[in-house]
Antibody, heavy 120, light 109 residues
Framework: EVQLAESGGGLVQPGGSLRLSCAASGFTFATYEMNWVRQAPGKGLEWVSYISSSGTSMYYADSVKGRFTISRDNGKKSVYLQMNSLRAEDTAVYYC?????????????WGQGTMVSVSS | EIVMTQSPATLSVSPGERATLSCRASQSVSSNLAWYQQKPGQAPRLLIYGASTRATGIPARFSGSGSGTEFTLTISSLQSEDFAVYYCHQYNNWPPTYTFGQGTKLEIK
């Protein structure tokens, strides 16, 4: 079965750091672009970051640029999101999402999400 | 940034009836538009990509249309499991600066 499973969320103080992980299974991970998308409580979806299949190209939303870093390990079939200088407005459920092959950017598989709460 | 605007914010429809959801882009996104369904406590699910292509396993009652700046998701005969929040998503930019609409909540009338 094709699956993505996030982990690493939790409660962190403003200014703190957290590293999210997303483990893939059931497909050839190294073939796919990956993304992180977040959803603040009761709000809509916000794209956060993209990484190419090889890991050589990364892009970020302006709201996280300079604070978050996306990376991947194709051998471990995992993608990561290092989050530094966290703010209250970063509080959200963070989803990893697979880029659909041939679609240029639709997200065809999503994980169940991991909650990040930034509060003192 | 391309702004995606969905209407209406909430749509009340009876089971068995047709639902029509709209999404407008602030500038052309060609056909690089997807629709997702999200139920409470669940991750979004891809319904439509390329503005009109159903994703794997999506029932034929879901259809998408439009190009450029105006898009529509139609659910032809609503089933109980279709009541959820629906998001449109443009992926036309490169480098990617993907944006989502604010969502339309489809509720039972």
């Amino acid at each position: 079965e094709v699956q993505l499973a996030e982990s690493g969320g939790g409660l962190v103080q403003p200014g703190g750091s957290l590293r999210l992980s997303c483990a893939a299974s059931g497909f050839t991970f190294a073939t796919y672009e990956m993304n992180w998308v977040r959803q603040a409580p009761g709000k809509g979806l916000e794209w956060v970051s993209y990484i190419s299949s090889s890991g050589t190209s990364m892009y970020y939303a302006d709201s996280v640029k300079g604070r978050f870093t996306i990376s991947r390990d194709n051998g471990k079939k995992s993608v990561y999101l290092q989050m530094n200088s966290l703010r209250a407005e970063d509080t959200a459920v963070y989803y990893c999402a697979r880029g659909k092959l041939g679609s240029l950017g639709a997200f065809d598989i999503w994980g169940q999400g991991t909650m990040v709460s930034v509060s003192s | 940034e391309i702004v995606m605007t969905q209407s209406p914010a909430t749509l009340s429809v009876s089971p068995g009836e047709r639902a029509t959801l709209s999404c407008r882009a602030s500038q052309s996104v060609s056909s690089n538009l997807a629709w997702y369904q999200q139920k409470p406590g669940q991750a979004p699910r891809l319904l439509i990509y390329g503005a009109s292509t159903r994703a794997t396993g999506i029932p034929a009652r879901f259809s998408g249309s439009g190009s450029g700046t105006e898009f529509t998701l139609t659910i032809s005969s609503l089933q109980s499991e279709d009541f959820a929040v629906y998001y449109c998503h443009q992926y036309n930019n490169w480098p990617p600066t993907y944006t989502f609409g604010q969502g339309t909540k489809l509720e039972i009338k």
